[in-house]
């Protein structure tokens, strides 16, 4: 399995191209403020098709490339229904004290083709298979995006494409419309802890994980874990 990540714009938000094999179909996710130009080098070096853009929530740092990335390439993006508007009205979702500054420099709307994800569901994408949990806390309509682990011989543990949910240390703010710290704590506990310690996570922003590694090192996982609760506010991390 091939995964080429890089983060883009000015959240430092990480867009990932995800193929069963360098030349073959890709999957495309949250590209979004400035990922354009990263995704285009991406398929030239390894060759891909680009069969779809699937997104873990609305954020403008997450969707801001959608229209075009969708545009170049003719395929769909996939995103959940309570952060659709998102993509259409960015402001609505933060707040004009974040959004009014870059409005003006950022494509908003969406993209021809929009379908809609669901908890539970099942993607079956250029050769892959993705499982949906609806995550919210960080925005409504969060999502994240689990992947198998290969039994082809090439031993590549389960991936959770978390976005904003979890990252190395911590996890995504609540304090934006839409945000609530008990929906948040209620996915970590029902999205993240049941999964192996093995599962490698690859969140919205920072450095890739495990949950193993969360489970022991994360205050917030921990104390979700204990069953003691969280800090009620959580870190300004992203968008």
């Known amino acids: 399995m091939l995964i080429a990540g890089f983060p883009a714009g000015a959240w430092g938000t990480n867009c990932y191209l995800v193929a069963p094999a360098a030349g073959e179909e890709c999957v495309i996710i949250d590209p979004g403020h400035q990922a354009a130009a990263g995704v285009e080098e991406a398929v030239r070096k390894h060759r891909l098709k680009p069969v779809a853009v699937v997104l873990t929530h609305g954020h403008i740092d997450h969707v801001a490339s959608v229209v075009p990335v969708c545009g170049a390439h003719g395929v769909p993006a996939w995103i959940h229904p309570e952060d659709r508007y998102m993509m259409s009205d960015p402001e609505k979702a933060l707040g004009r004290s974040i959004g009014m500054p870059l409005m003006g420099e950022l494509t908003v709307g969406e993209p021809d083709d929009v379908r809609e994800l669901a908890d539970g569901a099942r993607l079956e994408l250029a050769g892959l298979e993705f499982s949906v949990a609806h995550a919210p806390g960080h925005t409504k309509g969060s999502v994240t995006f689990r992947m198998p682990e290969t039994r082809d011989g090439s031993d590549i543990p389960p991936v959770l494409f978390s976005g904003d949910l979890l990252f190395a240390g911590s996890i995504g703010r609540?304090?934006?419309?839409?945000?609530?710290?008990?929906?948040?704590?209620?996915?970590?506990?029902?999205?993240?802890?049941?999964?192996?310690?093995?599962?490698?996570?690859?969140?919205?922003?920072?450095?890739?994980?495990?949950?193993?590694?969360?489970?022991?090192t994360n205050p917030y996982l921990r104390q979700v874990a204990d069953g003691q609760g969280a800090p009620q506010q959580a870190p300004r991390r992203g968008m």
């Open 174 to 216: 609540t304090d934006l419309p839409g945000g609530d710290m008990a929906e948040m704590l209620d996915s970590l506990a029902r999205v993240c802890l049941p999964l192996d310690d093995s599962t490698v996570v690859l969140s919205g922003h920072g450095p890739q994980t495990t949950i193993g590694q969360e489970r022991a």
